[in-house]
C-alpha cells in the first residue's frame, strides 16, 4: 500500500510538477525513500546547501513560467531555505516549498531540530499548512501547487516524519469535515473593461512625450510593446527583471532605469509627460517622473502591484500583451516624431559613450570592457544568469540584449549567492541552450565554489554542455564599497570588505571543467570565444580594477558630497577611485567634444 509520501509526490505530479530541488535529511527520509521509486515521473537534483534548492526552485519558475519546487528537512535544513523563498516571493514566482518536521507526538517538547516551521513559514509563504493527518495530504498538496500558480507566490507543507511513513488516504471518509479536491489549476484571467482603456488610450493619446518602463511582466508581450511604441513615438526603459523583454538593438529602447541605469533613461524620464508602467514594480521613485509631472497609466497582471511607485490615472489589471492587444486600436499614430528622435539620440550618443568608457585603461582591466566585448559574441539563445554585486551594473548597462535570448536574477531581494544556482536551474530547464553565470568572487565565494560541484555532478546529462561562470575578480566586496563612499560617506572598510585571493580557474580544472584566467585586456575577446566554443563547462575568470566607479545616471548633490567627504577621511584606495573617476568623467566630455567637431 501507498503511505503519504508516495501520495504527495502523485498529487505534485498531477498538479504538473516534475522537477524537484533538495537535499536530504533524516527529517525526509520518508519522502526521499518515495523519490526513489518515482525516479520515473520526477528529475531531482541534489544541490550542495538547502538555500541553493530554493534559488534553483525560484529561477525555474522565471525561466519556465511552471511551478518551481524544493525540498528540505525539519529545522536547520528549513530554516536555510529562506532566503531562496523570499527571493521567489518578492519577484512573484510560484513556488511550493516541501520541509520535514519532527513526530507530531514529539511537538512542543523542544526535541532535537524541532523548529515551529509554520510561524517561521507565515511571512514567506502565502499559504502554509502541517499535515496532521493523512487524509489532509490531498487537499493540502492540491491547494499548495494551485495557490502558487495562480497567486505567483510561494506555499509551503510540512509533513512530520511519522506522518510521511502512514498509510495513504487516497479518498477521506465521508464524513462531516472531510474535504474531496482535485489537482486541477484555477488561474485568473482578470481582463480591463472597454471605458478602462478607452480611460487610458485618452492619458496617452493627449500626451506628447511619452515614456514606457517594461519590467518582468513585459517578458512574453515583446511585438506588444514594439507596436505601442510605433504608435506614440514613444522610448523604452527596462526594469532589471525586464532586460529580456525588448532587444536592445531597437534604437527608442534606452536601456536600464535606476541606479544601475542609463543616461538616457535618466534623460527620458525626467522630460517626459506621460508614463506607460508595463508589468513592473521597479521600486525606486527617485528615477521615475517628479510627482505630478506625468500623466500616467500602469499594467500589471495583480492589483496588488498599481499605483504603489507612481500616481497613476489608470490601472489596467490584465495579461499585459492581451491589454496591450485591445490597447493598441485605441491609440493615435503621433505624426510630431521629434520626441521619439530626442531619445534615439541619446540613446546613440549613450552607446557611443559606453564603449568610450569600456576602452578606458585600468589596473589590469576594466571591467566594463569585459562585458562589452561579451555582447557580440554571446550566442543568440543564451541566458544569462547575475548575482548581486558591482558586476551587475555592467550586466545593466554593457550587455546588449538580442531576441531570442533570456536573463534574470535576484530582482528586488538583490541576493548575493544567486548567480550559481540561477544558472544550474537555466540548464536543467533548458539543456540544449548555452547559459552564462555572470558572479563576482565574493558571492562565488560565499556558495558559487559550492554549487559547482552541483554543475559538475549533472552536466554530463546536458544534450548541449556550454554552461559559462564569469567570475569578476577585484578582490573587493565592491558595490558595497561604493555604495559606502556614495552614501555613508566613508571610506573602504578593508577588514570588512576584501576578499582573498582564490585561484577560481585552477579549482574549475580540479572538477573537471575547462579554467580560463584573463589580466590583459588585449585577450577578453579570445577568451569569451573560447568559452563558448568548450565541449565542457568553463570558469573564466577575469581580473579587473576595483577603483572603477560604478557612477549612477545622474550624481546628486548628495551623492557628490558624500563622496568628497570619502576622499576627506582617506580612503586607502583614494589615488585609483580618482585616477579611474577622473577617467569615466572625462569620457563623456571628450565624447561630446569629438561628436561637436
Same mark, same amino acid.
Given at each position: 500500500?501507498?503511505?503519504?509520501?508516495?501520495?504527495?509526490?502523485?498529487?505534485?505530479?498531477?498538479?504538473?510538477?516534475?522537477?524537484?530541488?533538495?537535499?536530504?535529511?533524516?527529517?525526509?527520509?520518508?519522502?526521499?525513500?518515495?523519490?526513489?521509486?518515482?525516479?520515473?515521473?520526477?528529475?531531482?537534483?541534489?544541490?550542495?546547501?538547502?538555500?541553493?534548492?530554493?534559488?534553483?526552485?525560484?529561477?525555474?519558475?522565471?525561466?519556465?513560467?511552471?511551478?518551481?519546487?524544493?525540498?528540505?528537512?525539519?529545522?536547520?535544513?528549513?530554516?536555510?531555505?529562506?532566503?531562496?523563498?523570499?527571493?521567489?516571493?518578492?519577484?512573484?514566482?510560484?513556488?511550493?516549498?516541501?520541509?520535514?518536521?519532527?513526530?507530531?507526538?514529539?511537538?512542543?517538547?523542544?526535541?532535537?531540530?524541532?523548529?515551529?516551521?509554520?510561524?517561521?513559514?507565515?511571512?514567506?509563504?502565502?499559504?502554509?499548512?502541517?499535515?496532521?493527518?493523512?487524509?489532509?495530504?490531498?487537499?493540502?498538496?492540491?491547494?499548495?501547487?494551485?495557490?502558487?500558480?495562480?497567486?505567483?507566490?510561494?506555499?509551503?507543507?510540512?509533513?512530520?516524519?511519522?506522518?510521511?511513513?502512514?498509510?495513504?488516504?487516497?479518498?477521506?471518509?465521508?464524513?462531516?469535515?472531510?474535504?474531496?479536491?482535485?489537482?486541477?489549476?484555477?488561474?485568473?484571467?482578470?481582463?480591463?473593461?472597454?471605458?478602462?482603456?478607452?480611460?487610458?488610450?485618452?492619458?496617452?493619446?493627449?500626451?506628447?512625450?511619452?515614456?514606457?518602463?517594461?519590467?518582468?511582466?513585459?517578458?512574453?508581450?515583446?511585438?506588444?510593446?514594439?507596436?505601442?511604441?510605433?504608435?506614440?513615438?514613444?522610448?523604452?526603459?527596462?526594469?532589471?527583471?525586464?532586460?529580456?523583454?525588448?532587444?536592445?538593438?531597437?534604437?527608442?529602447?534606452?536601456?536600464?532605469?535606476?541606479?544601475?541605469?542609463?543616461?538616457?533613461?535618466?534623460?527620458?524620464?525626467?522630460?517626459?509627460?506621460?508614463?506607460?508602467?508595463?508589468?513592473?514594480?521597479?521600486?525606486?521613485?527617485?528615477?521615475?517622473?517628479?510627482?505630478?509631472?506625468?500623466?500616467?497609466?500602469?499594467?500589471?497582471?495583480?492589483? =496588488? !502591484? @498599481?499605483?504603489? +511607485?507612481?500616481?497613476?490615472?489608470?490601472? /489596467?489589471? *490584465?495579461?499585459? $500583451?492581451?491589454?496591450?492587444?485591445?490597447?493598441?486600436?485605441?491609440?493615435?499614430?503621433?505624426?510630431?516624431?521629434?520626441?521619439?528622435?530626442?531619445?534615439?539620440?541619446?540613446?546613440?550618443?549613450?552607446?557611443?559613450?559606453?564603449?568610450?568608457?569600456?576602452?578606458?585603461?585600468?589596473?589590469?582591466?576594466?571591467?566594463?570592457?569585459?562585458?562589452?566585448?561579451?555582447?557580440?559574441?554571446?550566442?543568440?539563445?543564451?541566458?544569462?544568469?547575475?548575482?548581486?554585486?558591482?558586476?551587475?551594473?555592467?550586466?545593466? =548597462? !554593457? @550587455?546588449?540584449? +538580442?531576441?531570442?535570448?533570456?536573463?534574470? /536574477?535576484? *530582482?528586488?531581494? $538583490?541576493?548575493?549567492?544567486?548567480?550559481?544556482?540561477?544558472?544550474?536551474?537555466?540548464?536543467?530547464?533548458?539543456?540544449?541552450?548555452?547559459?552564462?553565470?555572470?558572479?563576482?568572487?565574493?558571492?562565488?565565494?560565499?556558495?558559487?565554489?559550492?554549487?559547482?560541484?552541483?554543475?559538475?555532478?549533472?552536466?554530463?546529462?546536458?544534450?548541449?554542455?556550454?554552461?559559462?561562470?564569469?567570475?569578476?575578480?577585484?578582490?573587493?566586496?565592491?558595490?558595497?564599497?561604493?555604495?559606502?563612499?556614495?552614501?555613508?560617506?566613508?571610506?573602504?572598510?578593508?577588514?570588512?570588505?576584501?576578499?582573498?585571493?582564490?585561484?577560481?580557474?585552477?579549482?574549475?580544472?580540479?572538477?573537471?571543467?575547462?579554467?580560463?584566467?584573463?589580466?590583459?585586456?588585449?585577450?577578453?575577446?579570445?577568451?569569451?570565444?573560447?568559452?563558448?566554443?568548450?565541449?565542457?563547462?568553463?570558469?573564466?575568470?577575469?581580473?579587473?580594477?576595483?577603483?572603477?566607479?560604478?557612477?549612477?545616471?545622474?550624481?546628486?548633490?548628495?551623492?557628490?558630497?558624500?563622496?568628497?567627504?570619502?576622499?576627506?577621511?582617506?580612503?586607502?584606495?583614494?589615488?585609483?577611485?580618482?585616477?579611474?573617476?577622473?577617467?569615466?568623467?572625462?569620457?563623456?566630455?571628450?565624447?561630446?567634444?569629438?561628436?561637436?567637431?
Amino acid at each position: 500500500m501507498a503511505n503519504v509520501s508516495d501520495f504527495i509526490l502523485e498529487r505534485l505530479s498531477e498538479g504538473g510538477i516534475r522537477r524537484i530541488y533538495g537535499y536530504p535529511g533524516d527529517g525526509i527520509n520518508g519522502l526521499m525513500g518515495a523519490l526513489d521509486q518515482a525516479g520515473d515521473r520526477f528529475d531531482y537534483i541534489r544541490v550542495r546547501h538547502e538555500e541553493m534548492s530554493a534559488f534553483m526552485a525560484s529561477a525555474h519558475a522565471k525561466f519556465t513560467g511552471e511551478v518551481g519546487c524544493c525540498l528540505a528537512t525539519s529545522g536547520p535544513g528549513a530554516l536555510h531555505l529562506l532566503a531562496g523563498l523570499y527571493d521567489a516571493k518578492v519577484d512573484h514566482m510560484p513556488v511550493v516549498a516541501i520541509v520535514g518536521q519532527q513526530a507530531l507526538s514529539s511537538l512542543g517538547s523542544d526535541f532535537q531540530q524541532e523548529v515551529n516551521l509554520q510561524s517561521v513559514m507565515q511571512d514567506v509563504a502565502s499559504y502554509v499548512q502541517l499535515i496532521a493527518d493523512p487524509a489532509q495530504a490531498r487537499h493540502v498538496v492540491d491547494r499548495a501547487v494551485r495557490i502558487a500558480r495562480a497567486e505567483r507566490t510561494v506555499t509551503c507543507i510540512i509533513v512530520p516524519n511519522d506522518v510521511q511513513t502512514a498509510d495513504a488516504v487516497p479518498s477521506p471518509p465521508r464524513s462531516h469535515g472531510s474535504n474531496y479536491s482535485s489537482s486541477a489549476p484555477a488561474i485568473s484571467h482578470p481582463v480591463p473593461g472597454d471605458n478602462e482603456l478607452q480611460a487610458a488610450a485618452q492619458v496617452l493619446n493627449a500626451g506628447s512625450k511619452v515614456a514606457i518602463l517594461a519590467g518582468a511582466g513585459a517578458l512574453n508581450a515583446t511585438d506588444e510593446v514594439i507596436q505601442i511604441c510605433d504608435i506614440l513615438g514613444a522610448g523604452v526603459a527596462k526594469a532589471l527583471l525586464g532586460k529580456a523583454a525588448l532587444p536592445d538593438d531597437l534604437p527608442f529602447v534606452t536601456g536600464s532605469i535606476g541606479l544601475l541605469g542609463t543616461k538616457p533613461s535618466w534623460e527620458m524620464m525626467r522630460d517626459c509627460d506621460t508614463l506607460l508602467m508595463i508589468g513592473t514594480t521597479f521600486p525606486y521613485s527617485e528615477f521615475l517622473p517628479k510627482d505630478g509631472q506625468a500623466r500616467a497609466v500602469q499594467i500589471d497582471i495583480d492589483p =496588488r !502591484n @498599481v499605483a504603489i +511607485r507612481y500616481p497613476t490615472e489608470v490601472n /489596467l489589471i *490584465g495579461d499585459t $500583451a492581451a491589454v496591450l492587444r485591445r490597447l493598441a486600436p485605441m491609440l493615435e499614430r503621433k505624426d510630431d516624431r521629434s520626441w521619439r528622435e530626442t531619445i534615439e539620440n541619446n540613446v546613440a550618443d549613450w552607446w557611443d559613450d559606453v564603449h568610450k568608457k569600456a576602452m578606458e585603461g585600468a589596473n589590469p582591466i576594466n571591467p566594463q570592457r569585459v562585458f562589452s566585448e561579451l555582447s557580440p559574441l554571446l550566442p543568440d539563445n543564451t541566458i544569462l544568469c547575475g548575482d548581486s554585486g558591482s558586476h551587475t551594473n555592467w550586466y545593466a =548597462r !554593457n @550587455v546588449r540584449m +538580442r531576441r531570442g535570448m533570456m536573463g534574470s /536574477l535576484s *530582482g528586488k531581494l $538583490a541576493s548575493m549567492g544567486s548567480g550559481v544556482p540561477y544558472a544550474i536551474a537555466a540548464k536543467m530547464a533548458y539543456p540544449d541552450r548555452p547559459v552564462l553565470a555572470m558572479v563576482g568572487d565574493g558571492a562565488m565565494q560565499m556558495n558559487g565554489n559550492a554549487e559547482l560541484l552541483t554543475a559538475a555532478q549533472y552536466w554530463k546529462t546536458w544534450s548541449d554542455p556550454t554552461f559559462v561562470v564569469m567570475v569578476l575578480v577585484n578582490h573587493d566586496l565592491n558595490q558595497v564599497t561604493w555604495e559606502q563612499r556614495a552614501m555613508a560617506g566613508d571610506p573602504k572598510f578593508v577588514e570588512a570588505q576584501e576578499v582573498i585571493d582564490f585561484r577560481y580557474s585552477a579549482y574549475a580544472e580540479m572538477l573537471g571543467f575547462k579554467g580560463i584566467r584573463v589580466d590583459n585586456p588585449e585577450k577578453i575577446a579570445d577568451a569569451w570565444r573560447e568559452a563558448f566554443s568548450s565541449d565542457r563547462p568553463v570558469l573564466i575568470e577575469f581580473v579587473t580594477d576595483p577603483d572603477v566607479p560604478p557612477l549612477p545616471p545622474h550624481i546628486t548633490k548628495d551623492q557628490m558630497q558624500a563622496y568628497l567627504t570619502t576622499l576627506g577621511k582617506g580612503d586607502p584606495d583614494q589615488w585609483g577611485i580618482l585616477k579611474q573617476s577622473t577617467k569615466q568623467m572625462f569620457s563623456r566630455f571628450n565624447l561630446r567634444a569629438d561628436k561637436d567637431e
